[in-house]
């Protein structure tokens, strides 16, 4: 089965109004393969998701960068759901590292977090990945396996998942896995979707590698049989993310 690559753009806690329209500018003006060959998404920061959505080339789409567990109500600080869902927003990235370690979001908080998200009719960028200390025990498949049962456990249609292999130690550090270390890891992710959740999740589900991808090592990693695209941190700020969409 053909996957279609998918390069997402995680902007962080980043951007002023001028920014964002500056990066917003030269993604419109890109020459980039049709969306029939690779589905670009870009996740900003809350604030500025109305004002992307407006400005953005159609052929590109639009992330949030969390939601909540469940429906809104007294959450002070929390977006639901159905909020995005009422901004036209069609993709949400959930379960990154940086709010699993800064903000002790638990696998199975993920899990509740991803089940919700699709159960409104968002599409989901599911974040999974070891750190540096759990590789150096080699546990990763562990953790990774984990991580990926809690949302197996809540989950039985995976149409709407793209699944991101994040290794901490990698991101926004310069390290990045070998392609050889990515690819490994990936295939190892689709064995245990074959065993865990059906030959069809397993050869449809796009698992994405994400960890200091920038327009120098987008093409290597891109040859691998098992990488389906990308979510890119830092780069995605700059024009080599076009680069990047390019790799496929």
């Known amino acids: 089965m053909v996957r279609k690559?998918?390069?997402?753009g995680n902007w962080k806690c980043n951007g002023t109004i001028e920014e964002v329209k500056r990066i917003v500018a030269f993604l419109n003006e890109a020459e980039?393969?049709?969306?029939?060959?690779?589905?670009?998404?870009?996740?900003?920061?809350f604030v500025f998701l109305p004002l992307v959505k407006s400005l953005l080339r159609s052929d590109f789409q639009v992330a949030a960068q969390n939601c909540w567990v469940r429906k809104g109500g007294a959450f002070t600080g929390e977006i639901s759901a159905e909020m995005l869902v009422n901004l036209g927003i069609p993709w949400v990235i959930l379960g990154h590292s940086e709010r699993r370690l800064l903000?002790?979001?638990?696998?199975?908080?993920?899990?509740?977090?991803?089940?919700?998200?699709?159960?409104?009719?968002?599409?989901?960028?599911a974040c999974v990945g070891e750190t540096l200390e759990?590789?150096?025990?080699?546990?990763?498949?562990?953790?990774?396996a984990a991580?990926?049962?809690?949302?197996?456990?809540?989950?039985?249609?995976?149409?709407?998942?793209?699944?991101?292999?994040?290794?901490?130690?990698a991101i926004g550090t310069g390290k990045v896995a070998t392609p050889a270390q990515a690819q490994e890891v990936h295939s190892e992710l689709r064995k245990w979707l074959h065993d865990n959740a059906g030959v069809e999740v397993a050869s449809s589900t796009r698992i994405i590698y994400g960890g200091s991808v920038n327009g120098t090592n987008c093409r290597e990693l891109a040859k691998q049989l098992d990488i389906d695209g990308f979510l890119v941190g830092g780069a995605s700020l700059k024009p080599e993310f076009i680069d990047i969409i390019k790799s496929v």
Do not use: C, H
């Open 5 to 8: 690559f998918f390069v997402g």
């Open 32 to 45: 980039v393969p049709p969306e029939d060959v690779v589905e670009v998404v870009v996740s900003p920061p």
């Open 103 to 125: 903000l002790n979001e638990s696998n199975e908080f993920v899990g509740d977090k991803v089940a919700y998200a699709l159960s409104r009719g968002l599409k989901v960028i």
């Open 134 to 144: 759990q590789r150096e025990s080699g546990s990763t498949m562990a953790v990774v």
């Open 147 to 169: 991580q990926t049962q809690s949302i197996a456990d809540k989950v039985l249609n995976w149409d709407n998942i793209v699944l991101a292999y994040e290794p901490v130690w």
